[in-house]
């Protein structure tokens, strides 16, 4: 094939066409559980988590809620996906080798927000959150509503188990417990209601089991049935952590900010320097965002190790 600007411009609008059909797709979970937030700079500041508004009656003056001291913020980060194109093989006519590496980079842009997402996830555990604690923490403070704090967990240790009664209670239940006892800074009850489990592909089974058997395996009649859907996240690398999650409100317990949405990006100048000095050409993806934590109380996390 000859190699000129009309010819190398089909070609790659037909990468392109490659690209957006796999990304169109491509399968996603990070909506479960995390909420978008556009991003219209480098960063975006979260210290609005510490606030959390509920309506109270209206004596004398209103109740102004005002942020906490401590800041968090996310930092975008640049993210891309690059394919180069050998100058011979368009005058050889083997373009067809392209065609995969289109629809991977396709499908990874389209997945890019649960890879992110599930490395937060992962790191639950040890890394901190707008409070300045882990996310998943045993001592998060929060206000008594009488001037000094109380402290709340989030976090247990207590594998995913069908085995017993006892041993669902000791795990997912006192998860539930643990978020539905969750307070605001005025001592009153802040209605978490948990609605997702997360947990690895090695839960799966016992998750989905959790949620739909009537019996668990010594016989008693299974309490927790149907109190949660079931989400299997890839991403999670641990086979024992899992995570409760309450996803009915606006706020969810993981951020995804993004700053600029998957694009196709494409290098097709026959004049350019690479194509003259090196014979390539250049095709991928482009994005712009960063994930991290939201709320705490919207999540429980357990390590699965006792």
């Known amino acids: ?33 995390a909420m978008l937030v556009p991003s219209s700079t480098s960063q975006e500041d979260y ?40 100058r011979n093989n368009i005058e050889d006519d083997q373009i067809g080798i392209y065609g995969p590496m289109a629809m ?7 997945t890019w927000p649960d890879e ?5 996830a992962n790191g639950s555990f040890v890394n ?41 209670k000791a795990g997912y239940g006192a998860a539930r417990i643990a978020m539905r006892k969750c307070v605001d800074d005025e001592g009153r009850p802040l209605g978490v209601k948990p609605t997702v489990l997360m947990v ?8 989905n089991a959790l949620m739909t058997v009537d019996r668990l395996e010594d016989g008693k009649a299974n309490i927790f049935k149907n109190t949660a859907k079931v989400v299997v996240n890839d991403q ?10 309450d996803t009915s409100r606006a706020v969810k317990p993981f951020v995804f900010q993004q700053r600029k949405k998957p694009v196709f990006v494409q290098q097709i100048d026959p004049e350019a320097d690479d194509v003259f000095m090196r014979k390539k050409f250049k095709f991928g993806a482009e994005a712009r965002g960063k994930a991290g934590y939201a709320l705490w109380q919207l999540c429980y996390g357990s390590t699965g190790t006792a």
Request: proline share 3%.
């Open 1 to 33: 094939m000859l190699v000129n600007k009309s010819n190398v411009a089909a070609i790659f609008i037909s990468l392109k066409t490659v690209f957006n059909k796999a990304f169109a797709g491509a399968e996603t979970t990070w909506q479960e559980y």
């Open 47 to 86: 210290s609005w988590l510490s606030t959390f508004p509920k309506m109270r009656k209206w004596l004398g003056e209103k109740t102004v809620k005002s942020l906490a001291a401590f800041k968090y913020t996310l930092t975008n980060d640049d993210f891309e996906a690059t394919v180069e194109v050998d």
């Open 104 to 110: 991977e980079a396709g499908s990874s842009s389209r």
């Open 116 to 120: 992110i997402v599930g490395e937060i």
């Open 128 to 168: 901190k959150c707008y409070d300045g604690q882990y996310f998943c923490d045993t001592d998060h403070p929060v206000g008594d509503g009488e001037g000094g704090t109380v402290s709340f967990s989030n976090k247990g240790t207590a594998v995913l188990s069908t085995a017993t009664l006892a041993a669902a």
């Open 200 to 207: 690895p592909p090695a839960l799966e089974d016992e998750a």
């Open 236 to 245: 999670l690398t641990s086979d024992t952590a899992w995570f409760l999650l």
